[in-house]
């Protein structure tokens, strides 16, 4: 009678596994994740097959919002980008500018301030006191808001504005917050500001959502100051870990582009509250550059807010970068906490470094993942031997995301350069168009070099036996990570 049983089952399950991995070649994805899948699928028994179920499945055919209310909500920021006259450029900065409008609808702004923070506590302090600021409203959205003493400095400067009157509205993602008690923001919802998470994880819905997070770290205030980039608002984040200090990137922007912030947010809303926020006071007329007085400081880069998702028809983001990285004639230099690049990045990247651009790769020296981080490191052969420059950031753990290339094009956003940030999460990133912040974020990079070592193919190839195979065997699974 068992040995009736186990076949039966040992059937069953080989007829469920067959099925999924047909279901994966039909589903026409990337055949480097579709081998994976497959290898995990047949040599994780049981395991694979749940990882699959919670993790593989493909949601790209959904969409969030309708064309309908997305022209809606985009009519005010296009009629101010309709009114700019110098924002068109000559060259590849113009290409990558109409990509992004063509295929994310991410309108090109001229004329913005750009504060950029190396340090996450200069960037709250300056947070909270763009939050005491405000006049109208407050748009927060972060993956990661703690429970700890930074969280709660947040949340109580956050209620004071909401007594004063202003409206205040929070999205965070619910996997990112998954060990905060809901107290913590049902304290917020008591005070009148409202509170969302993004996708809830929950049974039976669970698959279709666990493996899409919202990465974005996102904030608005008044529609006239924004901030992007990778802080999360955490302890850690400040204050470092007990082996080394939080390294990170984060950019506050004063001027039109933070419609493009705005834009952003409010479709992130839309999805998880399903109103449809598009009054003009969430888009105010701000003054272009030939309105100002002279008397007044004002900036002049260009900036573009471009978001990309797991559930678009294009990778937007992984492509721009792409371009990006094909046009530079000079230099690309990039800060990452995660390397495991997609074919189209990998390639360009070593294509880049043999024709005799200097390519720099800044990752951390010590992961905060062991698993992903020995996924990085199987990549370091493929770029080591185009002839890229690897450093490996020493002073702490390095979260920045950046990339400069040739003093014209630069970004600084939520996107980590691997597979999850290319196809799984909800992403966001500025790109600037403009000698002066370029050359400002390519001296950060430069300034970070210190705290690094450069990796020669010689203290490479040294490493031991063992690590090479286990980098090995994790590269075959590191479009799942």
């Known amino acids: 009678m068992n040995d009736i049983l186990f076949t039966v089952f040992y059937f069953t399950y080989m007829l469920l596994i067959l099925s999924t991995v047909v279901f994966v070649v039909l589903d026409n994805r990337n055949p480097v994740k579709a081998m994976a899948w497959i290898l995990v699928l047949f040599f994780l028994p049981v395991v694979g097959l749940i990882l699959y179920f919670f993790l593989g499945r493909s949601n790209r055919k959904e969409r969030m919002i309708s064309k309908k209310g997305y022209s809606r909500l985009i009519k005010r920021p296009m009629?101010?980008?309709?009114?700019?006259?110098?924002?068109?450029?000559?060259?590849?900065?113009?290409?990558?500018?109409?990509?992004?409008?063509?295929?994310?609808?991410?309108?090109?702004?001229?004329?913005?301030?750009?504060?950029?923070?190396?340090?996450?506590?200069?960037?709250?302090?300056?947070?909270?006191?763009?939050?005491?600021?405000?006049?109208?409203?407050?748009?927060?959205?972060?993956?990661?808001?703690?429970?700890?003493?930074?969280?709660?400095?947040?949340?109580?400067?956050?209620?004071?504005?909401?007594?004063?009157?202003?409206?205040?509205?929070?999205?965070?993602?619910?996997?990112?917050?998954?060990?905060?008690?809901?107290?913590?923001?049902?304290?917020?919802?008591?005070?009148?500001?409202?509170?969302?998470?993004?996708?809830?994880?929950?049974?039976?819905?669970?698959?279709?959502?666990?493996?899409?997070?919202?990465?974005?770290?996102?904030?608005?205030?008044?529609?006239?100051?924004?901030?992007?980039?990778?802080?999360?608002i955490a302890y850690r984040y400040l204050y470092g870990l007990s082996w080394g200090i939080w390294r990170d990137t984060h950019v506050m922007i004063s001027g039109r582009a933070v419609y493009g912030l705005q834009t952003a947010f409010l479709t992130d809303w839309f999805a998880v509250d399903r109103s449809l926020i598009t009054a003009p006071e969430y888009f105010p007329r701000m003054l272009s550059l030939s309105d100002r007085s002279d008397?007044?400081?004002?900036?002049?880069?260009?900036?573009?807010?471009?978001?990309?998702?797991?559930?678009?028809?294009?990778?937007?983001?992984?492509?721009?970068?792409?371009?990006?990285?094909?046009?530079?004639?000079?230099?690309?230099?990039?800060?990452?906490?995660?390397?495991?690049?997609?074919?189209?990045?990998?390639?360009?990247?070593q294509t880049a470094a043999l024709s005799g651009v200097d390519v720099r790769i800044m990752i951390p020296k010590r992961g905060d993942s062991l698993i992903i981080h020995k996924g990085t490191l199987s990549y370091i052969d493929d770029i080591l031997e185009a002839g890229v420059k690897v450093y490996l950031y020493k002073k702490g753990f390095l979260h920045s995301k950046l990339m400069v290339c040739d003093d014209e094009i630069s970004t600084v956003g939520s996107t980590n350069m691997d597979f999850r940030s290319f196809e799984h999460n909800f992403e966001a990133n500025a790109f600037?168009?403009?000698?002066?912040?370029?050359?400002?974020?390519?001296?950060?990079?430069?300034?970070?070099?210190?705290?690094?070592?450069?990796?020669?193919?010689?203290?490479?190839?040294s490493r031991s036996g063992l690590n090479k195979v286990s980098e090995s065997v994790i590269r075959l699974f590191s479009p799942l990570l």
């Open 432 to 461: 600037f168009y403009g000698r002066k912040t370029a050359l400002a974020i390519k001296e950060i990079f430069c300034n970070d070099i210190k705290s690094c070592m450069h990796l020669t193919r010689k203290i490479w190839n």
């Open 79 to 232: 009629s101010e980008y309709q009114m700019q006259e110098s924002v068109e450029m000559k060259s590849e900065k113009s290409r990558i500018m109409s990509f992004f409008r063509n295929v994310n609808k991410a309108l090109p702004f001229e004329g913005n301030d750009i504060e950029i923070f190396t340090d996450a506590r200069s960037m709250f302090l300056s947070l909270l006191r763009t939050i005491y600021n405000a006049r109208h409203h407050i748009h927060i959205e972060f993956y990661i808001i703690e429970d700890d003493a930074v969280g709660r400095m947040l949340r109580d400067a956050l209620i004071d504005k909401a007594r004063q009157g202003v409206k205040i509205r929070v999205l965070y993602d619910d996997v990112g917050c998954w060990k905060v008690n809901h107290s913590f923001f049902e304290t917020m919802l008591c005070e009148g500001i409202e509170v969302q998470s993004f996708l809830k994880v929950r049974f039976p819905v669970f698959t279709s959502k666990v493996n899409y997070r919202n990465h974005r770290k996102i904030v608005v205030v008044d529609g006239t100051v924004g901030y992007i980039g990778g802080m999360n």
């Open 295 to 349: 008397d007044l400081s004002v900036g002049n880069s260009i900036a573009q807010i471009v978001t990309s998702d797991p559930v678009g028809e294009w990778r937007d983001i992984m492509q721009g970068y792409v371009m990006a990285i094909n046009s530079a004639k000079n230099y690309i230099y990039i800060q990452t906490p995660y390397f495991l690049p997609t074919e189209p990045v990998l390639t360009a990247l």
